[in-house]
């Protein structure tokens, strides 16, 4: 091989190299704010989601949704007990006794007197900028749908804005039924059966994401199986059929890492923070 051959292939190996460099520091990991920046305010408050704003990490806030008894939609999760020191479910009250509850002061005396936002104080404290990733705790009932479509035409939050998630297949199918053109991703726990196989597998959820006609998946797993599971052949698979590669409550800032260099699209964290400053790579919104 000639001496000026050999520069030629040396320089196209460095090439390539600096545009894949390039290429992963341009790529889009977007970190999503479990109930908001839930490990510094009251998870599912507005205080949650205006410090998750704040501290700059967050591509998204997740946030959960649940129906009082006269049928308006809330940002909770519970447990009830927990949060507010009160037995009860959310579908059993009204939304003025929802509203009556406190759900700060179990974090601290500083947080005293936070109350349960509606879906459309949630909506209205999204910055331009921002993004909520709505996890469904109901069915996608026409009550729902209907105060959905409501707080979306007050608030003036943009479809793209929003991505719903939820662990029920059904509602997610009613979703693209009922309110059609928004992000739709099946949040999905992968455990581990008796005989060491994973509950689904990788051809069973691409087939559910086609079946479905779902945008994504948003996957949590048992931690033995992160490592093989969650591969980089699976989620570049996941993008093959067209849908995005999400990965839900991630807070080990190795776990992060590794599926980043994966090429997943997201997860969601507890320490968006935390993760955005230890992840080698420049995550991007």
């Known amino acids: 091989m000639s001496r000026l051959r050999s520069l030629l292939i040396m320089a196209a190996v460095f090439a390539a190299a600096g545009l894949a460099a390039a290429d992963a520091a341009s790529r889009p990991f977007r970190l999503v704010a479990h109930r908001g920046a839930s490990n510094e305010a009251p998870e599912n408050t507005l205080k949650a989601f205006e410090v998750a704003w704040q501290d700059g990490a967050a591509w998204a806030v997740e946030t959960d949704l649940c129906l009082t008894r006269d049928k308006k939609v809330v940002c909770f999760h519970g447990p009830m007990k927990k949060i507010t020191g009160q037995e009860g479910e959310t579908w059993k009250m009204t939304l ?76 997610l199918r009613d979703l693209n039924r009922k309110l059609p053109g928004y992000d739709r991703m099946w949040l999905y726990g992968v455990r581990i059966n008796k005989d060491g196989t994973p509950s689904m597998t990788h051809d069973e959820l691409l087939e559910v994401m086609k079946e479905d006609q779902l945008t994504g998946l948003n996957l949590t797993m048992s931690y033995k199986l992160w490592e093989t599971f969650a591969s980089k052949e699976f989620i570049q698979r996941i993008h093959d059929a067209g849908g995005q590669a999400f990965f839900f409550l991630i807070n080990r800032p190795e776990l992060a890492q590794m599926l980043y260099d994966r090429g997943a699209d997201g997860i969601t964290s507890d320490h968006c923070v935390l993760l955005k400053n230890s992840i080698k790579q420049t995550v991007r919104k």
Do not use: Y
């Open 96 to 171: 003025d006794e929802v509203r009556a509850l406190d759900v700060g002061k179990w974090k601290g005396e500083a947080f005293a007197g936070m109350r349960v936002p509606t879906l459309l104080e949630a909506l209205k404290s999204l910055p331009s900028h921002g993004h909520f990733v709505l996890e469904l705790k109901i069915g996608a009932s026409d009550a729902f749908c209907q105060e959905f479509t409501d707080a979306m035409r007050e608030s003036g939050v943009k479809p793209s804005q929003i991505t719903f998630i939820s662990f029920n297949r059904k509602t």
